[in-house]
């Protein structure tokens, strides 16, 4: 036979505290008779009555009562029936804010730079700006998946992707670029630079999407960082990093890679080759710069004091 000890009416569960304090009165005034009743019915009092706590003596007793079947429930049974079980309003409403925060990142992650409204101009101080050959005066440039040419004539250009990529043409710079695209976690931004110099900052911060700029020889990852990319003679490009650190990776030959922080240089050569520098004086780069824009202004592209422009540029 079985039990009180091992009778799954006995199971724990969560009780009205109101009713057991209703329950506890009753007994001790001696309202509760010893009628018989259907147990069926009185099963219903069990897990209220094991789940006693403040005093294991009164428990006892009462089980014991129930057991002995002079116990009479004096309650509707569906008013003693445990609540079902759910997940608390609190932890419901974490849950729910948990998912939606992961469905809204997966959503950035997928899909947040395509569908950019394109390259915001911010400040316009270029005297004209020419777009595929043809004077552009917009505030939006939508360059599409084929690549573009960009020139800016006297002044400096500034475009913004987003709220986390930004462009800086300096004065004579000429550029080729497409819209940016996705590959895995990082943002892909292919660009060649023809002349000039393109500045390129990235606010993302170290753990989050990279954005990778694909020059012609190679690869630069910057995290919360500012670069600028300047072709040179012969096919090479190079990669001054101006602020924090990047990762430069080649795309031709031997693959390498290699890490350059503030103040050094990245030499990327036409057969896949990696140079890094030492510290460049920037001011001694931006005459040499300026030296080689003043050619490129005034024609002078076949004549000697270019070649010497460009090679004083190449020493920067």
């Not at 390129?200 to 700029?213: K, W």
Request: proline letters at 6%; one cysteine or more; aromatic letters at 6%.
């Amino acid at each position: 036979m079985t039990t009180h000890h091992d009778s799954p009416l006995f199971e724990p569960a969560q009780p009205d505290p109101a009713f057991r304090a209703r329950l506890r009165a009753q007994f001790v005034s001696g309202e509760i008779g010893a009628a018989a009743a259907d147990v069926r019915d009185r099963a219903s009092l069990a897990p209220y009555l094991a789940a006693e706590e403040p005093s294991p003596a009164f428990a006892a007793e009462l089980r014991e009562r129930f057991v002995r079947g002079d116990l009479e429930e004096r309650e509707p049974v569906h008013e003693l029936r445990p609540a079902a079980r759910v997940f608390p309003l609190h932890r419901r409403t974490v849950l729910v804010t948990t998912l939606a925060a992961a469905a809204a990142l997966l959503l950035f992650l997928a899909f947040g730079f395509e569908r950019s409204d394109g390259w915001r101009i911010f400040n316009h101080r270029a005297t004209a700006l020419l777009v595929d050959d043809a004077e552009f005066s917009g505030d939006v440039l939508r360059p599409g998946t084929r690549p573009c040419l960009l020139c800016t004539d006297a002044g400096n250009l500034r475009l913004g992707y987003g709220d986390d990529l930004r462009l800086e043409l300096a004065a004579h710079t000429r550029v080729r670029m497409p819209e940016p695209r996705r590959e895995g976690e990082r943002i892909v931004l292919p660009v060649r630079v023809e002349a000039g110099e393109l500045v390129i900052i990235s606010r993302l911060a170290s753990g989050s999407s990279s954005v990778t700029i694909e020059t012609e020889n190679a690869y630069v990852t910057l995290h919360g960082t500012s670069v600028s990319v300047l072709p040179l003679p012969n096919g090479h490009v190079c990669v001054c990093v101006q602020a924090g650190e990047v990762e430069v990776e080649s795309k031709r030959g031997e693959r390498s890679k290699l890490t350059a922080t503030a103040g050094q240089r990245v030499m990327a050569q036409a057969d896949g080759t990696l140079l890094l520098s030492e510290e460049y004086d920037n001011e001694k780069r931006l005459r040499n710069l300026s030296a080689a824009c003043s050619d490129i202004a005034e024609g002078r592209f076949e004549s000697p004091e270019y070649d010497r422009s460009w090679n004083a540029l190449e020493d920067f």
